[in-house]
């Protein structure tokens, strides 16, 4: 992915409740199907083609640097797509494909308020970005809250947040703006 999808947004949104974390960050390869989904009722198995992988939800604490340094790796193929784009809950931020480093990611605000480099935030996550897959080795080491062996299945966590719901029907928000 180059950017923020819908889909993403109801995964990190799903992961971010089941855990109840600050923040989720989903790595945008952790979803398939790659459609348009029409109305109508999303049975387990469309949920399990969207995340066929069997990742688990966790939870770490990390501090507002390596929030941000996750953030800058996620989007630092831009502006080819990458499965280590970064999908959001909590947060918002521009991204500027151009700019090299910690330039790269401005504005970050979790929760409506700007990133805080000292502060520490929960973040959700599957477990194969945790334990560093899609080059996310900034979450090496970090406080784990909740572990691969007593997290929900991703397609779990899903299932439980459209189940909580009845109905959804997620959208690009503006979480991440790309600028030109």
């Known amino acids: ?17 089941d855990v109840k974390a600050d923040v989720a960050l989903s790595n945008a390869g952790g979803a398939r199907g790659s459609r348009v989904y029409p109305a109508g009722p999303l049975t387990r198995r469309t949920l399990l083609s969207i995340h066929p992988f069997g990742n688990i939800a966790c939870k770490i604490t990390v501090n507002g640097r390596v929030l941000r340094a996750a953030l800058v790796h996620g989007t630092s193929l831009l502006p080819l797509g990458s499965g280590r784009f ?30 805080d480099p000292d502060k520490t935030y929960t973040v959700a996550l599957p477990d194969y970005v945790m334990n560093g897959g899609d080059g996310y080795a900034m979450f090496a080491g970090q406080q784990v809250l909740v572990d691969a062996q007593s997290g929900d299945l991703v397609v779990t966590a899903l299932e439980k947040y459209v189940t909580a719901r009845g109905t959804v029907s997620p959208t690009i928000e503006g979480r991440i703006l790309i600028t030109p």
């Open 1 to 17: 992915q180059a950017g923020e999808t819908a889909l993403g947004n109801l995964i990190a949104d799903a992961l971010r409740e």
């Open 86 to 115: 970064p999908q959001v809950s909590g947060i918002t931020m521009t991204v500027d494909p151009k700019a090299v480093g910690d330039a790269r990611v401005t504005n970050i605000r979790v929760n409506g308020a700007p990133l």
